[in-house]
């Protein structure tokens, strides 16, 4: 939510809103902007919207690509030795992986530093990049793998409905001048 209300012009913000009211129907109601608040109090995005929400997906990933909950994942226990990047990983080494850092690679990513949802949905840059995809090791927010995130479809799925009622069911905005950064 931060970053959304963060973001210049507030672009994700208001285009994830407009789908979340399309999808929703409120458009071919044709009632105007404050029924439609009202309308929208009332209403909930569930489950059995969010396939039909590509753009809330991309919201998704990219809040998890720059604020992943879990930044260094769980420490792994390398068993024999291996090399990666070319890099030699000794038998018995502990590995922390920077999940937060790969988020912000400037060499793996166009404008790591920026909020752009739009680098994720189709035609953008990394839409082919998925969460839980056997390959795209540069988003890691539930980890890879054996010891991958077993809990990874409730957990996205609990933080989407989450987003996308607060999105959808109220009008945002912070004091002007005011800034959510620190
Ligand atoms: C947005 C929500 C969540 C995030 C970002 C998240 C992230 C992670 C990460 C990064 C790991 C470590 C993976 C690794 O080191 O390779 C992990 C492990 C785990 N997660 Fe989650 N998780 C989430 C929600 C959940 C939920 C809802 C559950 C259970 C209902 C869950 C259960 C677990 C368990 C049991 C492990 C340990 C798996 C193992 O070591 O084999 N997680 N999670």
Not at 109 to 120: G, I, K, V
Not at 147 to 176: E, K, Q, Y
Request: charged residues 25%.
């Amino acid at each position: 939510m931060a970053e959304l209300l963060n973001q210049q012009e507030r672009k994700a913000m208001k285009r994830l809103a407009e789908e979340l009211g399309a999808a929703m129907s409120m458009e071919a109601r044709g009632i105007d902007e404050e029924e439609q608040l009202q309308v929208r109090l009332q209403q909930q995005v569930d489950e059995g919207q969010l396939a039909r929400l590509p753009y809330l997906e991309a919201v998704m990933k990219e809040s998890l690509r720059l604020h992943p909950p879990a930044s260094t994942l769980l420490p792994h226990f390398c068993k024999e030795e291996t090399e990666v990047a070319g890099y030699r990983v000794p038998a018995k080494s502990m590995v922390v992986v920077n999940a937060w850092g790969m988020g912000r690679d400037e060499s793996v990513w166009e404008n790591a530093h920026l909020f752009q949802p739009e680098r994720f949905v189709a035609g953008g840059p990394d839409s082919h990049i998925m969460l839980g995809g056997p390959s795209n090791y540069q988003l890691l927010a539930f980890g890879r793998g054996w010891r991958g995130c077993p809990g990874r479809n409730l957990g996205l799925t609990m933080a989407s409905l989450v987003v996308a009622n607060l999105v959808h069911s109220f009008n945002w905005d912070i004091d002007h001048g005011a800034s959510t950064r620190r």
